[in-house]
């Protein structure tokens, strides 16, 4: 059983399009970190988030953290190949000593 | 400044033997955590230092095993290498591991 749930898993679209990734666990994060991953390389930090509520964006990436701190968003717009990638949520969470876990991630594919 | 050095990026191994993998963090990042990174378990903790000391370690088997040294510098040694240890192992640093990771490129491991 992962801790932390991240849909959808396989994404390919059009370039132009809208996408949105998830991010869910029952348990409390104490902060929760995008990544993206190209083949070859290690994941890249994108965001970090700790506050409920929390949004931030960064150019066309929007990251919402959910109220109760226990879900998060990653939001696209007009997506381009470059954004071509995997896409991993990671919580730190109190229950497990504050570790960083991963979600399964997305691989996100835009077509031009 | 130069970014987290992993040595070697590549390597092959047969059964039974050891191996050691050297993790280098950016200047002055205390925290370094290695993952193992699979395509059927995507990223899975393995452990995380501070400061010389082991802070966290995740679910594997003793034969998985690492240290910190006073430069922060890490490493990690696997022995009696099994097939299934076949993955890329990612270390990555941080000043405080809630506020997000920088990864290295990590090693590949093949075991034969």
């Known amino acids: 059983t992962q801790l932390l749930e991240q849909s959808p898993q396989f994404l390919s679209i059009q370039e132009g399009e809208n996408l949105t990734v998830y991010c869910n666990s029952s348990s409390v994060f104490s902060s929760l970190q995008w990544y993206r991953q190209e083949p070859g390389e290690g994941p890249v930090l994108l965001v970090t988030v700790v506050t409920g509520g929390e949004v931030k964006k960064l150019k066309r990436l929007t990251f919402q953290f959910g109220d109760a701190r226990k879900d998060s968003s990653l939001h696209i717009t007009a997506a381009q190949p470059g954004d071509t990638g995997l896409y991993l949520c990671a919580g730190a969470m109190v229950e497990y000593g504050n570790k960083l876990v991963f979600g399964a991630g997305t691989i996100l594919r835009v077509k031009s | ?112």
């Open chain 2, 1 to 112: 400044k130069a970014g987290v050095t992993q040595t070697p990026r590549y390597l092959i191994k047969t059964r039974g033997q050891q191996v050691t993998l050297s993790c280098s963090p950016i200047s002055g990042h205390r925290s370094v955590s290695w993952y193992q990174q699979t395509p059927g378990q995507g990223l899975q903790f393995l452990f995380e230092y501070f400061s010389e000391t082991q802070r966290n370690k995740g679910n594997f088997p003793g034969r998985f095993s690492g240290r910190q040294f006073s430069n922060s510098r890490s490493e990690m040694n696997v022995s009696t290498l099994e097939l299934g240890d076949s993955a890329l192992y990612l270390c990555a640093s941080s000043l405080d591991s809630l506020y997000g990771y920088t990864f290295g490129s990590g090693t590949r491991l093949t075991v034969v």
